[in-house]
């Protein structure tokens, strides 16, 4: 069985920065998945953040977090992360990663941010960015 759990959210002041944590497990970072990173704010949809294949890193960004939001992993510990630079007011929400099988799915781009690409998720963690 897939589970994931997320840790790391908090309470920012804008511009600054926080490391988002998806511990994984039920699969391991050597088998073919792909983890997305989603937020959802209030009163609003998930919104895709990112794309990970788990086996070569492979990452696709969206166009609102480029530049901004990066993805690492420890492939030991089975953990993926989200660096979050920069941050804004905009970017509070509930944070949430997901897997899939379909381990090249990134690689279609913006679809890989779709909610419906993702089977498993996590219970998600806080980002809350004051001005």
């Known amino acids: 069985e897939v589970q994931l759990v997320e840790s790391g959210g908090d309470l920012v002041q804008a511009g600054g920065s926080l490391r988002l944590s998806c511990a994984a497990s039920g699969f391991t970072f050597d088998e073919d998945y792909a983890i997305g990173w989603f937020l959802q704010a209030p009163g609003k949809e998930h919104e895709g953040v990112s794309c990970?294949?788990?086996?070569?890193?492979?990452?696709y960004y969206a166009d609102s977090v480029k530049g901004r939001f990066t993805i690492s992993s420890d492939n030991a510990e089975n953990t993926m992360y989200l660096q979050m630079n920069s941050l804004k007011p905009e970017d509070t929400a509930v944070y949430y990663c997901?897997?899939?099988?379909?381990?090249?799915?990134?690689?279609?781009?913006?679809?890989?941010?779709?909610?419906?690409?993702?089977?498993?998720w996590g219970q998600g963690t806080q980002v809350t960015v004051s001005s």
């Open positions: 997901a897997a899939t099988e379909v381990g090249d799915i990134c690689t279609y781009s913006t679809a890989s941010l779709y909610y419906e690409a993702y089977d498993d």
């Open positions: 990970t294949s788990t086996t070569d890193g492979y990452t």
